[in-house]
């Protein structure tokens, strides 16, 4: 498995954490929520992107609506080599962070 | 109504957003958008919206871009392939371009030198030469009289300042070490006007004393070695006068190559010959500098009339010519500059050529590929994909030939410096390398789009069905048509066009040459071979007799004479007069030149005498009473018994001199072979063209001994010598120049289409290997399959040479209009160069089908 960036494992999990209301601007707020930094569209979209052609997530496409100017609504969903890809990162993520929880200050969110 | 986001904002990032989904992002955008709205003002929503664009516009390019290498990565193994697979194709692909590139680059180097003469000047758009023209516009002159470039500042309010100029060749030396230089002669502003920037020194105040001298450092260097110069003491010596002691103030950096002026020292105006300081003579040049936002052609209707103003008897006219078109335009039009248009269009030509058989054998080549694009279409391939393909293999092939034509411009910068007589070095100009750049991307586009358009659009079926001969592929209105049996009209018409050209080079080349051979030895009235030259400087004439006197003791010197001013060219121009004679019955417009020669002029230059005698010693009175006409100008006086009669210099003037005819001399040529002989009088004289006649076959060993007995008597005083033919040679130097680079042009145009020709010969040969097989079981006879292989292209051929020779019948005209004496364009030449076309094709394809014809027919049918 090619390693994901940060930027996409966030994207990927905020895909999967979304359920079926996963798209593009949920995902912008989910993560500003979460991460407490502005995440801008194109910073969203370039990882979404690339998970798309590494086939993590597949796409349905949407209703199209007045608010957004007539245009329809791209949906993403996390495939099952994303799941299988998301077990990988949270098995190492687990090895990595054994024995070092609890020595790192967690910073205050804002 | 529903408030939309910024118009402009948005177009501009659907251009930017990834295009699979662009229509979901920019929903994504005016979602936000909304949002923002109902949380804030309007106004703030836009910014926003602006903001996004701005800010995310480099992410999306970045972002596809990276997509772009990966696919680049893959074209680029494809090409390599391809290159590789078809190796010499590709080779005569690349090199004939490459070539072709070279040439035109070299040119491109050239013409860029040629044009930036005298443009590094601070105020080159508004320094002006003052020149003069006659009324009726047939003389142009750039000599004035010295006085004027003062005048000029002192009355015209127009001219913020204004310089004499007069080069001289001298000696100036110093501690007994001394140099042939040229010094020239400006007023102090002209450092102020001209931006010759300075080593050392103050420009603004380094000629303020006429007793102070200006050198360059390359002359610096010599004089004084590493010492400083500056403040020390040189003395000149202008040959009209004693040593002069000069001071140094100033040190200027070697003159750029590209400045039409060119000498080694500056002096002060002041010093210069007093001669030249009357309004009488013309022998000087005036620089000026109009102030900011003046007309030029306003300052020329005020000082037009200043030299008739000052009774000069002439009818000149002053005006002003921009310094930045004094090196490429002659007075009165013409000048180098038509070299630069000539050799621009060759190269254009040249570049032409190659680009076409770029194309051709591009499209030649991916025809071979028809299965490659069927499979590529079978398996999804999109047409813009297999046009990119296309493109970008024709893009990488430009490239590479562009970067070995680099290599082969820089290679042959030196033959062409040599050639030229420049010192043109190879500089990476911004605009040099964005132009080039620039060609090879065009070439890339236009040479690329046939394969990538018309191949890209065929039918995958028959494509892959792979033995569909080409012939028969003609594609309309997106149906495949079954067509005769003939190859592309397009081909057909870029090889048409290319052998055209050739023809044209060729039959050019053959005109100028053999225009250059008449010229050559075109007999001009006087002998030219083995005779010396010698420009004679002051100490020599003053030693003139003895040396004279020494030099014929030699037994292989035959004679020596000796005249005022050059015989080959029109030098006579600034000494010509007005004139009448007894008996006069018409009027007679124009001037007649005239030349000062000595007694042995006649016998030294192998002249003859039409009528009467020449100058002789046994009548003293020749030396002042006694002239010679040439036969023109006794033509156009039109008097019959010419001896006896008195000829009067300059008519009612207080100069009028009256003189007796003495004899006729017959014709000779009296300048280059551009004019018509000039009516000529010679008046016994003689001057600093020194002209010996040594015996044949003995030059080397004369020459030796006439430098050694000339430094004996006269040391220190320069030795320049030429011999007359290739004096008289030099005259045509602009014309051989280009009958040498129309060669070369010629010969590259030819290599450039053979090339092309060899290639695709090779590859419809390729193409009828089966057909030639079968017809040869059937019996065909070689020469008959020889016949069949090469008479399309004799038939191309021949097209090409009716295209070509009204084009090259005019421009031969137009060129030999410039000759009074030339040859005629004869037929034979035409045909010759027709001829010579077919040959050269022939033999270019002979080695392809004479090898299709003999090939045994089992192998030819076994052949897949």
Known sequence: MKYLTRQEELVLLSVFRLKENAYLISIQEHLNHFTGKEWSISSVYIPLSRLEKRTYLKTTIGEVTEKRGGKAIKYYQVTKIGLKALAELEAINETMWRGVKGFVEKPERS | ?864
């Open chain 2, 1 to 864: 109504m529903q408030k939309k986001p910024p118009r402009i904002a948005a177009v501009i990032l659907s251009w930017v957003l990834p295009h699979k989904d662009r229509d979901y992002l920019l929903g994504d955008y005016e979602e936000s958008f909304q949002r923002k709205l109902e949380e804030k003002s309007a106004l703030l929503a836009s910014l926003w919206y602006w903001g996004q664009m701005i800010h995310t516009t480099p992410k999306y390019l970045l972002e596809s871009f990276y997509w772009r290498i990966v696919m680049f990565r893959i074209s680029l193994k494809v090409t390599f392939r391809n290159i590789k697979k078809h190796t010499i194709h590709s080779f005569t692909n690349i090199s004939g371009l490459s070539i072709g590139l070279a040439c035109s680059l070299l040119i491109m180097i050239w013409v860029q030198h040629e044009l930036s003469y005298d443009r590094f000047h601070e105020n080159a758009d508004r320094l002006y030469r003052v020149v003069y023209s006659s009324d009726d516009g047939e003389l142009h002159g750039r000599y004035l009289p010295g006085p004027l470039a003062a005048y000029l500042r002192e009355h015209f309010p127009e001219f913020n300042s204004t310089t004499g100029f007069r080069s001289w060749e001298t000696k100036i030396a110093f501690d007994n070490k001394s140099f042939p230089s040229i010094g020239s002669y400006v007023d102090p502003s002209f450092l102020s006007m001209f931006s010759f920037p300075f080593e050392k020194g103050e420009p603004k105040t380094a000629l303020s004393n006429p007793n102070s001298i200006i050198i360059t450092k390359n002359l610096a260097t010599k004089l004084f070695g590493r010492d400083d110069p500056m403040g020390k003491t040189v003395s000149y010596n202008s040959g009209a006068s004693d040593d002069i002691p000069l001071t140094v103030t100033g040190i200027l950096k070697d003159i750029p190559q590209n400045s039409h002026l060119q000498f080694d020292f500056l002096l002060s105006f002041e010093i210069i010959y007093d001669w030249m300081k009357t309004w009488r003579n013309k022998n000087v040049f005036a620089y000026v500098l109009l102030e900011k936002n003046i007309i030029p052609e306003e300052v020329n209707q005020k000082i037009s009339g200043v030299l008739k103003a000052h009774k000069y008897d002439s009818n000149l006219n002053l005006h002003l010519q921009s310094i930045k078109r004094v090196h490429l335009h002659a007075l009165g039009g013409g000048g180098r500059i038509t070299y630069v248009y000539t050799f621009s269009m060759m190269a254009l030509l040249v570049l032409f050529i190659a680009c076409l058989n770029f194309i051709n054998l591009s499209t030649a080549q991916s025809e071979q590929r028809f299965k490659e694009i069927g499979v590529k279409k079978v398996v999804g391939s999109s047409r813009i994909q297999l046009v990119m393909q296309f493109l970008f293999e024709s893009m990488i092939l430009s490239f590479l030939s562009l970067l070995l034509a680099v290599f082969i411009a820089v290679f042959f910068l030196p033959s062409l410096n040599t050639m030229l007589g420049t010192q043109i070095v190879f500089k990476c100009t911004p605009n040099l390398v964005l132009s080039i750049i620039g060609i090879a991307l065009l070439i890339g586009v236009v040479s690329g789009s046939y394969p990538a358009f018309v191949l890209s659009s065929f039918h995958p079926v028959p494509l892959l069905k792979g033995n569909v001969p080409f012939f028969k592929l003609h594609h309309r209105k997106g149906k495949l048509t079954e067509g005769k049996s003939r190859s592309p009209l397009l081909r057909k018409t870029l090889v048409i066009i290319q052998f055209a050209l050739s023809v044209g080079f060729i039959g050019c080349i053959l005109f100028i040459n053999q225009q250059l051979h008449y010229m050559r030895n075109k007999d001009l009235g006087f002998d030219k071979e083995n005779i010396l030259v010698l420009r004679a400087t002051r100490g020599f004439l003053e030693k003139a007799s003895t040396i004279k006197q020494e030099l014929l003791n030699h037994p292989r010197i035959q004679s020596i004479a000796s005249s005022l001013l050059r015989i080959d060219t029109w030098e006579s121009a600034d000494f010509s007069s007005a004139f009448s004679w007894s008996g006069k019955t018409k009027e007679i417009e124009g001037l007649i030149g005239q030349n000062w020669v000595d007694h042995d002029f006649l016998k030294t230059l192998n002249l003859e005498m039409a009528e009467g005698r020449f100058f002789s010693l046994e009548f003293p009175s020749d030396s002042t009473g006694a002239v010679i006409l040439n036969e023109t100008a006794v033509r156009i006086m039109d008097i019959n018994e010419p001896l006896g009669k008195e000829f009067i210099f300059v008519p009612g003037s207080p100069n009028e001199r009256k003189k007796t005819i003495i004899g006729v001399i017959k014709d000779y040529h009296t300048e280059s072979l551009h004019q018509e002989i000039r009516p000529m009088v010679l008046e016994l004289g003689g001057g600093r063209n020194v002209y010996i006649k040594i015996q044949k076959g003995h030059i080397p060993e004369t020459l030796s001994y006439i430098e050694r007995k000339i430094k004996e008597i006269v040391p220190g005083e320069p030795f320049d010598y030429a011999f007359f033919d290739e004096e008289l040679d030099n005259l045509y130097k602009n014309e051989r120049l280009l009958g040498h680079l129309m060669k070369y042009g010629t010969l590259l145009v030819l290599l450039i289409s053979s090339v092309g020709m060899f290639s695709l010969a090779s590859f419809s040969i390729v193409r009828r290997t089966k057909e030639i097989g079968i017809r040869k079981l059937l019996g065909a006879s070689r020469f008959r399959i020889m016949f069949m292989l090469t008479k399309d292209l004799i038939n191309m051929i021949f097209f090409s040479i009716v295209a070509a020779w009204p084009i090259v019948y005019l421009l031969m005209k137009k060129w030999l209009d410039n000759f009074v004496y030339r040859i005629s364009l004869s037929v034979w030449i035409f045909i010759l160069s027709g001829l010579m076309a077919i040959a050269i094709a022939l033999l270019t394809v002979s080695y392809q089908s004479i090898k299709a014809a003999t090939a045994n027919p089992v192998d030819s049918l076994r052949y897949e």
